[in-house]
């Protein structure tokens, strides 16, 4: 044992040992490398997230800074937001945003979101919407008369084939919208946000061309506040048995619209331009009185009040075209409004109304666009939506900025 | 006498009880490298399946294409199956389309998971692409302009559960 020892030829053990820690190494380094490999994987995917984030937040940011310059109307190049390097709170990455283009042929918003090596790039283009998308939009209740067809046209281009129109209301409460039977709808038929439309609405033998669903988002509907340009003229409109023009030299805020009818209806005629009356009080039309608007004429009226509209008396707009614009209807008051609205032929004519009930009395089709709070068809032939309407102008009330194309890209 | 000496020098060598212990101690070390071995590679299997597997794989793929797909539809109406197995969204075409012309429609086939393209009017359908198999549950949940999938995969050796959620962004 002790010359075995003391021997100087090599044993296995060594050669053991340095091969059972070379495995030992080896398979150390391959799961300290996968470890490795899978942490950078997860940095990148967690920068590539935090990077998109950044890159979705600048452009929420810079669309909402051009709705503010939009309501402040600075339409001037120079004030076109930008940021660069701005951090996106919580996390590392940083945004940088901006715009391009004039409110004439369209802004363009470049955001880029950066973190780590990540970069994400979204470009969106935008366009104007205005208050009238859809055929009817309701806060809450929304009825068609039996046999209702709604459908679209374009008063603005003959040629235009799209008969599309939507109805929608904001309530996701049961039969929210109630079609009666042989009504049609030639569009899709949407109810308030997370809404279910088998039970928001009430189909009593309707055909709806479209969709049925919930809407993604809840439309905002501004109130509408009445021109400081309108001067006070400390009077009412009144005629009874007569007919009262009104030209857009007479532009102003009144006290209330009283037609009467004695021997015969009285008439208020609005012709030779543009025309726009704030009325504080209410507007009340007696049996067969008329409100005529004249071909080439517009009225925008913003109401205070309510609407009566007596037996057989009407608002009448002359329109070859059908221009719903022609027409203007806002309920401007604090308190919850109501307006009995009647058209002796055709209704022609736009009414925004979030806070008032609507009721529609046509004898021909009624032609246009109503947001109300509840809305009811009452009688009629057809509702044709304006498709016009969706074309606005930065002049024209209650539009904001919205994104109409979006993209994406890595750099 | 002499004899006797040759003998024990002859003899010289390992005892018994020497060869036993030696045999005892190579066995317990064996053992040990061994346990130490197998370990190793069932971890390394293990963190190996984890990360390059299939059912990990095509989580990533899945991710990527629900999210480019929701990100690139219309938010104006996302629309969701009752019982949420499965979710359509629209979108342009291209840039040249003036309205919303094409739908996605995300379901689940068997054990695969599908995504159908087409056209809206008329309506017909474009391509089917599958992006992933072993699909054991899968539910989508809208919530405004997001839609979210819930998604388990599992292959039989290993499941793996994918939440993902995406905000519509064009018109």
Known sequence: MKKLLQSKRQGSAVPLAVVSIIILLAMGVGLLGLGFNSRILSIRNSSDIEARCAADAGLTIALFEMNEILKAKLWNSGTLPQATDVSLPYCDAVYSYNVTGDHLGGYVI??????????????ATTELKGLFDNAVLTKADLILKAGTLVDGYNSLDKHDKNTNADIATQSTLDSSITLNSGVVINGDVRVGLGGNPNTAIKDLG???????????QKEPLPQITVPAT???????????????????ADSGTYTAINLKSSTDPGVLEISGGDVELHVAGDIQLGQSCQIIVKEGSTLTLYVDGNIHSRESSGIGVESKAKTAKALELYATGNDTQYFDVKANSDWVGVIYAPNADVDLYAKGDAYGSVVSNNFEFKSGGSYHYDRALKKVSVEDEGIRLVVDRWSEGKS | MIITQKRSRARKGFTLVELMIATVILVIVGLAIGVVVVDGQTTWNTMYDRINSDVVTDSYVVRKKFDAVIRNASSSKLILAGDGSWIEVYYYADASSTVVDRYARFYVSGSDLNVEYGQLSPRATIDVETVCGNVSECTFKQAGTSAQMKLILDNGTQSQTIVTSAVAHNK
């Not at chain 1, 470049?110 to 470009?123: E, N």
């Open chain 1, 206 to 216: 309707a055909n709806i061309a479209g969709l049925k669903y919930g809407a993604t």
């Open chain 1, 110 to 123: 470049k955001s880029v979101g950066k973190s780590g090596l990540a970069q994400r790039t979204v470009y």
């Open chain 1, 230 to 248: 309108l001067l006070n003229k400390g009077t009412d409109i009144s005629a009874t048995s007569d007919t009262v023009t009104i030209t857009p």
